[in-house]
């Protein structure tokens, strides 16, 4: 049984991908995602979003660069793409959504 914490990472990496998505390829600030998970509400930190993404470049995901200045900026793959468009499995760890249509 997942744990309510669990859960809530598992979300938490589904909105990070989606915001991702949304960025239509332009790399997104780790401080813009950490603002897109504070508005739905999750409880994030920037350490948070740095884990989140991680997670999502160890799948193959996301592509994160690091800054000189120390941020991170991320840009979604076209693995990332495919799961958010659901032409391709999710693997576990990210609570996509059921497909409804």
Same mark, same amino acid.
């Not at 949304?22 to 740095?50: N, W």
């Not at 793959?77 to 497909?99: L, Q």
């Given at each position: 049984?997942? &744990? %309510?914490?669990?859960?809530?990472?598992?979300?938490?990496?589904? %909105?990070?991908?989606?915001?991702? +998505?949304?960025?239509? /390829? %332009?790399?997104?600030?780790?401080?813009?995602?950490?603002?897109?998970?504070?508005?739905? #509400?999750?409880?994030?930190?920037?350490?948070?979003?740095?884990?989140?993404?991680?997670?999502?470049?160890?799948?193959?995901?996301?592509?994160?660069?690091?800054?000189?200045? /120390?941020?991170?900026?991320?840009?979604? &793959?076209?693995? /990332?793409?495919?799961?958010?468009? +659901?032409?391709?499995?999710? #693997?576990? /760890?990210?609570?996509?959504?059921?497909? +409804?249509?």
């Amino acid at each position: 049984m997942k &744990t %309510i914490e669990q859960s809530e990472r598992e979300t938490a990496r589904w %909105i990070v991908l989606s915001a991702l +998505y949304h960025g239509a /390829g %332009i790399p997104v600030a780790e401080r813009l995602v950490l603002s897109v998970l504070e508005a739905v #509400p999750i409880k994030a930190t920037a350490s948070d979003v740095r884990t989140h993404l991680h997670f999502l470049e160890s799948a193959g995901m996301a592509h994160v660069k690091r800054l000189p200045d /120390g941020g991170w900026v991320a840009e979604i &793959t076209k693995a /990332g793409m495919d799961v958010v468009e +659901y032409t391709a499995d999710c #693997p576990a /760890g990210i609570a996509r959504p059921v497909k +409804y249509w």
